[in-house]
C-alpha cells in the first residue's frame, strides 16, 4: 500500500474529515461569536445550552434518539490545528481579533459536562437531547457538529422503527449507502438504522466498525456480464454455496425463480428487486413451493419504505425479508429535524452578579424555556408510557430521569453502550408505545408535560427580562 | 495537541471517514460478486460500467453534474488495509472464497480508465455522467462510493442553482451545515453549492479546504448570553468593526433593527431569521432608512427554499441577500437522486469470444442501452441549447462532446478544476439554458435523443440475447 494518500490538485483530502482537524468543522458565527465573548471578557463564563427539537416531522408521532456516540467522540477530539489557526489569521473577518484568542485556541478543548438521553430512547419536542455545560465560547463553538449528529441519526434511527414496525417481525437490511448523502452519512445511517432495528447493513466498513452482521447478494451486473442467468447464479454459488442469494429480475422474474431452483441444492433465497412485489412474490413463491423448495425464502427491495411494506404484509405478499436503501438513509418523507440548540442559562448577569441566571429567547414561534431540565418518562399502569414531563434538572417528579450524566470536564463519565444494547434499549422502548403512537401514519400527540416549577422559572425570567431586559 | 485522538470504548473512530480505509466502503454484495468474477475466472475481463439517473426528481427540468473531484479522490486512494483483509477473511460468507482473492486485495487498486462530463455540466436523465472501463471485478467494487459522491453532490448543486435564480442576483449563501446528513454531508454541500452559484458557506472547514468565502453572522445566544441588545450588537462590532452583521429578531425585530442603528457607525448589515420576512424586511428597511442608514443591508434567512425567496423577491421584499440552510443541504424536496451504474459491456461472450459485446437489461422499467456512449450537447442558432445526443462514443454527432476522459489506468490524465472554474462553468451552462428550462416549478422537457446507431446497437443486442441470450 502507498504510505501516502494520493492527492488531487485542486482538494488534497477529498473532503473526508481527519479527527484531528475538527475544529473548523463549524459554522463561522459559531468562532465570530466566540472571538467576540472572549474580548468582552465572557468566554469562560459557564453557561448551559440544551439540543432538542421544536415539532415532530409529518406522520410521526415520536422520534428514537440516536447519535450520541459520535457527538461525543467529537466534544472528546475536537482541536484547532496549527493549520486551522493560520488560516483563521489570514481572514479579513478577524483582523481585528485579538492575538490571545488565536493563541488561546492552540490549547483549546472542550472542558465541560454533557448530560443526554440515551440512544433507542423514545423522545418527544422540546425534551433536551443533550446537555452542554461549559465555559460559554466553548459550549458555542460545538454546536454546529453536534446538531447534525444528533439530528440526522434520530431520523434515521425512527425511519428505521417505522418500517421495522410495518415489517411485523421480518427482517429489514439497510441498503442505503449509495444513496445517502456522501458515503459518511452512510456508515452513520447503517449505525442509526441498527439501533432502530434494523438486522444488518450492506455497508460492509460499517459493519466491519460496528460489529453489524453484512448482508448483501448480487446485483443485475452479474448476471449481464456472465449473460446466461443460471450460469451465473452456478457461479455465484460456486462460491457462496451457503443460503445464496439470487437475484431473479434481469430478465424474466419467473424465469429467474425456476433458473434459482435449478441451481439451488440447498436452502437459499431469491431476490426481487423490481415490478410489482405483491404478485410477483405470489408467482414466484409458487413457482418455489411447486418445485419442492418451500424453505427457499423470498427478499424483497426497491424502492420500499414503510408504507409500502405495510401493504405489502397486510396483503400477505410471501416476501420474508426487506431490504429498504433511498428512503432509510436519505430518511426521504422527513430528511431534515429541526433540531436547535438553545442557550439556557449563562453563571451571572451581564452586570457580572453571581448565580446561574436563565435564558430565554422570545423570537415568533421560537420561544425557549430557561434553565437546566430533566425528562422524567412516566410508565402507566398498563406498563406502556403515558406521559412525559419536563421538569428542572433537580425536580423530584414521578417517571424515570432520561437525561443521564455522560461527561464530566470534558471526559467520559464511563464507556459507552454497544451498539447491540442500544437496539435492545429501542426494542424496549417501543414495547411500552402505545399502539396508536406507533401507527405509521400516525398523528397522535402524547402528552408531554412541562413542569409547574418550569412554567414558574418561565415566567419569572419573562417578568426580569421586561423590567431590566433586552429591549431597553 | 494530543498525537492521538481519543477513543471511545464502543466504536474507536467516531466513525469518520479514513482515506486509508476507503476499500470497505462499499455494499457487500460487490466484494461476494468480485471474489465470484475471480472463481469464474471473469475478474480481470475488460467491463464497462455508466453511472447515470433514470429520470428527474420533481419541479426539476434538469441536473447539475457535480462531485467528480471527490470520485477521483476515491478511485486513486481506494485499498483495502490489511485489517480490512482480515475482517473478510473472518466472515461466514466468505467461508468458501479462494484464498488467492484475499492476497489479491492486498495489492489491489484501481487501475481503469475513466470518461465523465465535467462539473457545472447542465445534464438530463439517462446521460453518463461517468463511464468506467476497467477489469470486471474492478469496475464493480467502486459503484457505491461512486453512486453517492455524483448523486449527493449533483442534487446540491442543482439545488443551489435553482435557489440562486430564484434569488436573481442576489448573494446566496449555504448555512446547512447543523442540517446536514452528518458533518461530511456539509463539506460536500458546500462545494457543490458553491458550484450552483452560492457565494459563501457558513462551513469554515470546506471554506479553508476549498478556498470558498466563509460568511457568518452571529446567533441568537450571543444576545441571549449578554441580554441587552445593543451592549451585545457593541460588543459584537468592537471586534468585528468591518461591515457587522447584527441578528436583530431575539426580542423584537424593529427594536432590534433601532439598536443595530445605534451601533453601527459605518456599513453592516442587519439579519432577519424568523417571522414575516416580506413584511419585516419593509419595516426594517424603512427603519434603517428613516435613521439615515440606506448603506445597510438587509440578509435574511430561516428555512428558505427557492420557492419563497422568489415570492420575496417577486413581491419586492428589500432583502439584499440570503442564507439558505436546511433546503440546500438535504435537497428537502429531492433527497435522493435514483442515480445508476450499468454494465454496459464486458470484453468477449460469456462463451470467450473475441472482442466487445454490449449488455442490456429488461428488466420492468430499468431497461438500459448497449455500450460505451457519448453526450452531445448542441447549441442552437439563438445560442441556447436545444438538444441534446446519446450517441456511441466513437460517433461523429453535431455538439460539444461532453464526456472527457479524465483517468488513464487509474492516474489522472490532468490537474482536476479549480472550484471557481467549476462555478463559472456552470454560470455560463445556465446562461445558454432556454428560460422555461430555468423556471423552478417547471417541468420542461428538454429533447434528448438516442443517436440512430444506438438504438440499432440496443436492437441487435436484445435480438441476440432472444437467440441465445439470458433465459436459455
Known amino acids: 500500500m502507498d504510505p501516502q494518500p494520493q ?26 461569536m466566540a472571538a467576540a465573548y472572549w474580548s468582552a471578557g465572557l468566554a469562560d463564563r459557564s453557561a448551559t445550552f440544551e439540543l432538542f427539537f421544536r415539532s415532530l416531522p409529518a406522520s410521526r408521532s415520536f422520534m428514537v434518539a440516536a447519535g450520541l456516540e459520535q457527538a461525543l467522540y467529537y466534544l472528546m477530539n475536537v482541536r484547532f490545528a496549527d493549520d486551522d489557526i493560520r488560516y483563521l489569521r489570514g481572514l479579513a473577518i478577524f483582523a481585528h481579533a485579538p492575538a490571545a484568542w488565536f493563541e488561546s485556541l492552540c490549547e483549546w478543548r472542550f472542558t465541560g459536562d454533557v448530560w443526554a438521553i440515551p440512544e433507542g430512547t423514545i423522545v418527544f419536542p422540546n425534551e433536551p437531547l443533550l446537555r452542554v455545560t461549559a465555559p460559554l465560547a466553548e459550549a458555542q463553538i460545538v454546536e454546529t457538529y453536534l446538531l ?48 432502530g432495528g434494523c438486522v444488518g447493513t450492506s455497508n460492509v466498513a460499517a459493519a466491519e466498525r460496528l460489529g453489524i452482521p453484512p448482508l ?39 424465469e429467474g425463480a425456476r433458473n434459482a431452483l435449478r441451481t439451488l441444492h440447498r436452502p437459499g433465497q431469491v431476490r426481487l428487486d423490481s415490478g410489482d412485489l405483491a404478485a410477483l412474490s405470489r408467482e414466484v413463491r409458487r413457482v418455489l413451493d411447486e418445485g419442492g423448495a418451500p424453505d427457499v425464502k423470498i427478499f424483497a427491495s426497491g424502492d420500499l419504505n414503510e408504507y409500502k411494506i405495510d401493504a405489502l404484509v397486510a396483503g400477505g405478499a410471501p416476501i420474508d425479508a426487506f ?16 433540531c436547535v440548540y438553545k442557550l439556557v442559562e449563562v453563571a451571572g448577569g ?23 431540565k430533566q425528562v422524567f418518562q412516566h410508565l402507566g399502569p398498563d406498563g406502556r408510557f403515558d406521559r412525559d414531563i419536563i421538569g428542572l434538572a433537580d425536580e423530584q417528579l414521578p417517571g424515570e430521569r432520561l437525561l443521564e450524566q455522560v461527561m464530566r470536564d470534558g471526559q467520559l463519565v464511563g464507556p459507552t453502550p454497544g451498539l447491540g444494547s442500544l437496539q435492545e434499549r429501542c426494542r424496549t422502548q417501543l414495547g411500552r408505545v ?39
Open 323 to 338: 431490504g429498504v436503501g433511498t428512503e432509510l438513509t436519505t430518511v426521504a418523507d422527513a430528511p431534515s429535524l429541526g
Open 350 to 372: 451581564s452586570g457580572g452578579e453571581a448565580g446561574e441566571t436563565g435564558r430565554i429567547k422570545l423570537s415568533a414561534g421560537k420561544r425557549t424555556y430557561p434553565g437546566r
Open 434 to 472: 402505545s399502539t396508536e403512537l406507533l401507527a405509521i401514519d400516525g398523528h397522535t400527540t402524547y402528552p408531554v408535560e412541562m413542569s409547574d416549577a418550569l412554567e414558574a422559572e418561565f415566567q419569572r425570567v419573562a417578568r426580569a427580562k421586561e423590567r431590566h431586559g433586552g429591549t431597553k
Open 216 to 254: 448483501g447478494t448480487l446485483a443485475h451486473s452479474f448476471i449481464m456480464a456472465i449473460e446466461d442467468e443460471r450460469e451465473a447464479f452456478e457461479s455465484f454459488a460456486a462460491v457462496f454455496p451457503d443460503r445464496p442469494t439470487f437475484l431473479i429480475d434481469t430478465f424474466d422474474t419467473l
Open 7 to 32: 492527492k488531487l490538485n485542486a482538494t488534497p483530502d477529498g473532503l473526508l474529515l481527519d479527527a484531528s482537524r475538527l475544529g473548523l468543522v463549524t459554522d463561522l458565527y459559531e468562532l465570530t
Open 148 to 195: 447534525t449528529t444528533l439530528a440526522y441519526q434520530s431520523s434515521v434511527a425512527t425511519k428505521a422503527a417505522r418500517v421495522c414496525t410495518a415489517a411485523r417481525g421480518r427482517g429489514v437490511v439497510d441498503f442505503g449507502t449509495r444513496r445517502g448523502h456522501g458515503p459518511q452519512a452512510g456508515m452513520w445511517a447503517a449505525r442509526a438504522a441498527f439501533i
